[in-house]
């Protein structure tokens, strides 16, 4: 097997993911404690909704591991895998939280459509990937542009795009609403940083699964997909350290 060159720029984009990588899974280790501590169902949705949100940098971040060790890169089938196996997990999660939250009446009819229409795209995903050899993969499911990024085409791009817009339009409304209890400072707050998580989330996502990226602007977009994450996660739990910052407490 041929050793496989990565120049200095696609590094440094593999760096960067690992180290959001790293970031994310601490967020999530902390809302999984606090998930076990309370006992709240709604805290380990949001903990599989943030861990599974960074499934489409996966392949990026483990594959820059994987080539650290090996300078080789990852399989075409894991890697496909890696990167979508998580996204109908991350969306439910959150869809979850944001119906049981927002509309309670109807979140057995959103979270059964958006479970069958995801049922569809795991589907469409392994049928092409792995049951039909012959298949024109790069036309259905997505290529390579370089070791660690890769354009998703077909129904998984369409799947990816509206999940885009649900999640960001759903987290839009429950930021705007949460900004505007007046009678509680701590929910204000909240729904000041969940808006510019999720703003900030859309253009991330949007560039990154929809956009033909130079790898300098993919480095931007997992930085800039970093602080939505730190941002997402001060929204939902506002910790003690930020409180006392804002002096809310």
């Known amino acids: ?139 259905m499911i997505g290529y390579r542009r370089t070791p660690l990024d890769i354009n998703y085409k077909g129904y998984i791009l369409v799947y990816m795009g509206v999940s885009i817009i649900v999640g960001t339009y759903t987290g839009l409304e429950f930021a705007i609403v949460s900004m505007k209890m007046k009678d509680n400072l701590v929910v204000q707050w909240k729904g000041r940083f969940l808006l510019v998580s999720f703003i900030l989330f859309a253009v991330g996502a949007v560039g990154d699964a929809l956009l033909e990226l130079n790898t300098i602007m993919l480095i931007i977009i997992k930085i800039i997909l970093m602080i939505s994450s730190l941002f997402y996660y001060i929204g939902f739990i506002m910790p003690k350290w930020m409180r006392k910052l804002l002096k809310i407490e």
């Open 1 to 139: 097997m041929l050793f496989v060159e990565l120049d200095e720029l696609t590094q440094l984009c593999g760096l960067t993911g690992v180290i959001g990588l790293g970031i994310v899974i601490l967020f999530g280790i902390l809302v999984l404690y606090e998930a076990i501590i309370k006992k709240e169902r709604i805290l380990f949705m949001f903990f599989l909704a943030i861990i599974f949100t960074v499934s489409p940098w996966l392949p990026c971040d483990i594959g820059y591991i994987y080539w650290l060790i090996t300078k080789n890169e990852i399989e075409y089938q894991i890697y496909v895998l890696l990167g979508t196996f998580g996204i109908p997990i991350a969306i439910i999660a959150w869809l979850d939280i944001y119906m049981t939250i927002m509309k309670p009446d109807k979140k057995k009819v959103v979270l059964i459509s958006y479970a069958i229409f995801s049922l569809t795209f795991y589907i469409y995903l392994f049928y092409f990937l792995l049951l039909v050899p012959d298949a024109p993969i790069k036309a």
